[in-house]
Each structure stands twice: as structure tokens, then as C-alpha cells.
């Protein structure tokens, strides 16, 4: 039978269970809200995008959401601090678009990257995170300034685990931990200008989503369409999406690469 709205309320109230949470069901918008009935914070959850996930990925898909809103909603209703905390700050991508204020109407701290993208900046809290707000550096009398060494600093120190492919002459090498900041390391100055130097062509870079970074080394013109398909594919996958646009990396810039994925390539992929 087909999966509806209704019946995937009904699973995730079947899963969601707390005495200390409510939950609401918005047929207008679609979407379920599980919340602190104490503080009224929580997290809301689009159903058609589960929906879609489910039908992919079946149960699985739930499991993952079910551990995502239960860590979530406990991370909220802690109290945080990030004295003490310095080498567990880390800067985290996001798209353009991506909200500037928390639900409950906390200003969140962030430093725009690309016309795509930007960067906020995040409490690392073990199997999730905290955004950090206006609200946590007037608490400490931390600057903004102070986040954003801390957190490019740290960044650096981010192991890197790649995967290569070579595709139609090209080489992407792809980087997946899923530790929250796959796509942080294009923030990484070193490691791009390491990459950079070993490249035989273009270095191209791609952050789809949060999960997920891709670094090319471009030989030839069909390496662009490859990569714009690889960063559509990954986009409409991602937990978390950032961008479906790829850059090119020059003189320690990034420029966005404005590319429409045309033929599919239907070489044998070749495995390093």
C-alpha cells in the first residue's frame, strides 16, 4: 500500500514516544512537530521528504530519523557552554538559504563563504551538534572574531579519508566520515592547496551535502558535466543540502562553476 501522510504520522508517533514530549500534526503544511512540553522547543519534520526517503530506503530511512530527532530534541533542552569546550568548535557549511535565527528567535552566528553558501559555526556535543547563537558568546563575552579562529583552527585538524574513481580521464576522490563536517573540509586552505599542486588539470570541488565532499582533478571537458551529475545526484540525497553548484579552486579562490549536467556518460567506470 501506499505510504501517506497520515500513515507516516502514525509510524512516527508509534516510534517518537516520551512523556515529556507532544506531539502536532499540521495538515496544511504537512508536516509532524515533536516538542518539550515544558519549553515548547523542538524539531519539525516535513513528511513528504520521509515519505520519499522511506519508499528509498524502507525502515532504514526511520531508524535514522528517529536517532536524529531523539538526539536533537535532547541536545535542545541542555545548556551548553564553549569555555572549556575550544577544541570541540567547528565550522559547518550551509546553503545560502539556510536560516540566520533558531525557532525560538536566537540569532545564529555565521560568515558568508560563497554567493551559494556559509558558514556557521557549531558545538561538537559527541553524536550531534549545537549551532552557536549571539546568545552563547554574550554569555562567555566571546567574539565572533574568537569562533572563527577556533574554528578554522580545528578544522585543520580534521582527518581526510578518500575514495578514487577515474572517470573518462578524470579522477574525483571522494570524502564521506559522516562526522557532521565532511563538507567543512573545503575550508581546509592546506589540504586545497596540497590537492591543488597534485593536480594534472583543474581542481574542482564539490559540497553537495553536509556529508559529503568531492575534490576533481579536471583533464578534460567532460570532467565539469560528470561532476555537475555526481553534485545533483548527492544533492537530492543528502540529509542536510548545500549546494548542487560545484567550484573551480584558483589562486585560493572558489568560483562557482554554472554547469548543466547534458549527456549521461556511459563509460565503464574504472575503480582505483
Not at 500500500?1 to 515529556?20: A, D, G, P, W, Y
Not at 579522477?171 to 586552505?189: M, P, Q, V, W
Request: aromatic letters at 10%; hydrophobic letters at 35%; glycine letters at 4%.
Amino acid at each position: 500500500m501506499k505510504m501517506t501522510s497520515i500513515k507516516m504520522k502514525k509510524k512516527l508517533e508509534e516510534r517518537l514516544v516520551n512523556e515529556q514530549w507532544t506531539t502536532k500534526y499540521n495538515r496544511d503544511k504537512d508536516t509532524f512537530r515533536i516538542e518539550w512540553k515544558e519549553t515548547g522547543k523542538g524539531i519539525t519534520i516535513t513528511l513528504p521528504n520521509v515519505i520519499a526517503k522511506f519508499e528509498s530506503r524502507g525502515e532504514e530511512a526511520i531508524d535514522e530519523l528517529e536517532d536524529h530527532v531523539q538526539e536533537a530534541l535532547r541536545v535542545m533542552n541542555e545548556t551548553h557552554y564553549l569555555t572549556g569546550k575550544e577544541e570541540n568548535i567547528f565550522p559547518v557549511i550551509r546553503a545560502a538559504s539556510f536560516p540566520d535565527h533558531t525557532e525560538t528567535g536566537k540569532t545564529l552566528i555565521y560568515t558568508d563563504h560563497t554567493a551559494e553558501t556559509r558558514i556557521y559555526y557549531a558545538l561538537d556535543l559527541g553524536k550531534s551538534y549545537q549551532l552557536i547563537d549571539e546568545n552563547m558568546l554574550e554569555k562567555e563575552n566571546w567574539t565572533k572574531e574568537r569562533i572563527k579562529e577556533v574554528a578554522s583552527f580545528n578544522v585543520r585538524s580534521l582527518p581526510v579519508k578518500m575514495k578514487k574513481d577515474t572517470v573518462y580521464g578524470n579522477d574525483f576522490y571522494f570524502h564521506s566520515t559522516k562526522d557532521g563536517y565532511d563538507a567543512s573540509r573545503i575550508l581546509n586552505e592546506v589540504l586545497l592547496e596540497e590537492l591543488k599542486a597534485e593536480c594534472k588539470g583543474e581542481l574542482a570541488i564539490s559540497i553537495p551535502h553536509q556529508d559529503v565532499i568531492i575534490f576533481a582533478d579536471v583533464q578534460n571537458p567532460q570532467g565539469y558535466d560528470i561532476l555537475a551529475q555526481m553534485a545533483m545526484q548527492f544533492f537530492a540525497e543528502g540529509t542536510v543540502p548545500v549546494t548542487s553548484l560545484s567550484f573551480l579552486y584558483e589562486d585560493k579562490q572558489l568560483e562557482p562553476i554554472f554547469i548543466l549536467a547534458q549527456k549521461k556518460p556511459n563509460q565503464t567506470r574504472k575503480e582505483d
